[in-house]
């Protein structure tokens, strides 16, 4: 074999494992039950791999070739551990005798909600269903979830290692609930699966404004979510996704820079994910027990309908989010309709409402309450507040394209 066919092997091998590994790695874990053993095998399955379809050529269904591989290397370590564990054995034979190696897709598919599921199983602490989940749904390295997350990677690595530990001591079963208990259980996956989205929606630290892979990924959860239970809130939770989503191309500059709402090239949404998320927005204003998902998405769909922020029908949205302040009451949910309110009644009506919810003392360290007074006072001509409040909202920012942002207006005001 030539060097460029052996470039191509190991770039389809790169490719296999940014596109399957987690939808690999779920499918080990209910075949093999133990997360540190699914992922230790997972990943000598891929070493084997580069070798061995360099020499072969590359399978047919290279993830199920991997997902045996990667049995038969489980196999061999628990019999090696069996020597010294006996506990083990039990495992080991059940291992050699079972035949669930995957041949379809839904395989797949209902190994990756069995996944979620169990990562947002209650048994476990929020914080640990979340770490969970980024770590072995998405498959965020620890340093990148403690970086999201803003806490120290052996504490976040600490939390990972207790929910495994809580999950095998306490028999959590690998499972999709029973019907009966999905709606108890769906709340918390719906949380997870947003968080993961506004992660790569709106990247909390780093030099990147987006993260397309996570966002990506929470969009394929909440199909799977809609698809096992068309709940209306798992609908709008895919509307608003999707919606958001849409957005992606026109967010920043070629040079990575941010572009607001206002200024965004509209012809670069994306059509096709608004008209199904608007579609799924009147699915689930259909149904009686929609929440804040759904009102969220309703919001975006009516950003989605207006040619430019002038002709946007601020009172419509105003009213959604009075909705929503009844449905979900917070005070960024507050900030957000007070920005707007100053769109609908102007900018001084705006700039109060901001001003009496940082006064409340629950948004002091919210760099994004700061940048919208500093935006509201820029346009009232208050130079000297508008100057205060960038300069509030720099030393709270933790993303570099934000951070350029806010230091581009402070310019423009100096």
Not at 164 to 192: F, G, N, S, W
Request: aromatic share 6%; hydrophobic share 45%; charged share 25%.
């Amino acid at each position: 074999m030539n060097e460029n066919n052996a470039s191509q092997i190991r770039d389809r091998v790169n490719e296999v494992y940014r596109q399957e590994s987690r939808s690999i790695f779920a499918t080990l874990i209910r075949l093999i039950g133990d997360f540190d053993l699914a992922e230790e095998a997972m990943h000598e399955a891929f070493a084997v791999a580069v070798k061995q379809w360099l020499r072969d050529g590359i399978p047919a269904n290279p993830r199920a070739w991997l997902v045996s591989v990667g049995r038969f290397k489980a196999i061999d370590t628990i019999r090696r551990r069996t020597r010294f564990d006996a506990s083990l054995a039990e495992l080991s034979q059940h291992l050699n005798t079972s035949d669930n190696t995957i041949t379809e897709d839904e395989d797949v598919e209902d190994d990756r909600l069995r996944l979620i599921f169990t990562c947002c199983h209650p048994a476990l602490s929020r914080e640990a269903q979340v770490a969970l989940t980024l770590r072995e749904v998405c498959g965020l390295t620890t340093e990148e979830i403690a970086s999201a997350f803003l806490i120290a990677p052996p504490t976040l690595a600490q939390r990972i290692v207790r929910a495994k530990a809580k999950i095998r001591d306490a028999h959590i079963p690998y499972q999709v609930p029973a019907i009966a208990e999905l709606p108890d259980r769906l709340d918390t996956v719906l949380q997870t699966i947003y968080l993961v989205f506004n992660e790569g929606y709106a990247a909390s630290s780093g030099r990147s404004l987006t993260r397309n892979d996570l966002s990506e990924e929470a969009i394929r959860l909440g199909r799977l979510v809609v698809d096992l239970l068309p709940d209306a809130e798992a609908i709008g939770l895919l509307a608003l996704m999707l919606m958001q989503e849409s957005r992606r191309t026109a967010r920043t500059s070629s040079t990575g820079d941010l572009i607001l709402l206002e200024d965004q090239d509209r012809s670069l949404w994306n059509q096709a994910y608004i008209a199904e998320g608007r579609a799924l927005v009147r699915q689930a204003l259909s149904s009686p027990q929609f929440g804040s998902y759904t009102i969220q998405a309703a919001i975006a769909a009516v950003h989605s309908e207006a040619t430019s922020a002038e002709a946007t029908d601020w009172a419509q949205i105003v009213a959604l989010y009075d909705l929503l302040m009844r449905a979900e009451p917070s005070p960024v949910v507050d900030l957000n309709r007070a920005v707007a309110v100053a769109m609908r009644d102007g900018f001084l009506t705006g700039l109060q409402r901001i001003d009496a919810i940082l006064s409340n003392g629950d948004l002091a360290d919210y760099h994004l309450a700061h940048a919208a007074k500093a935006d509201l006072c820029r346009r009232l001509g208050r130079n000297s507040q508008a100057r205060e409040s960038y300069q509030r909202a720099l030393a709270l920012v933790k993303q570099e394209p934000e951070r350029r942002f806010l230091e581009k207006r402070l310019q423009e005001l100096n």
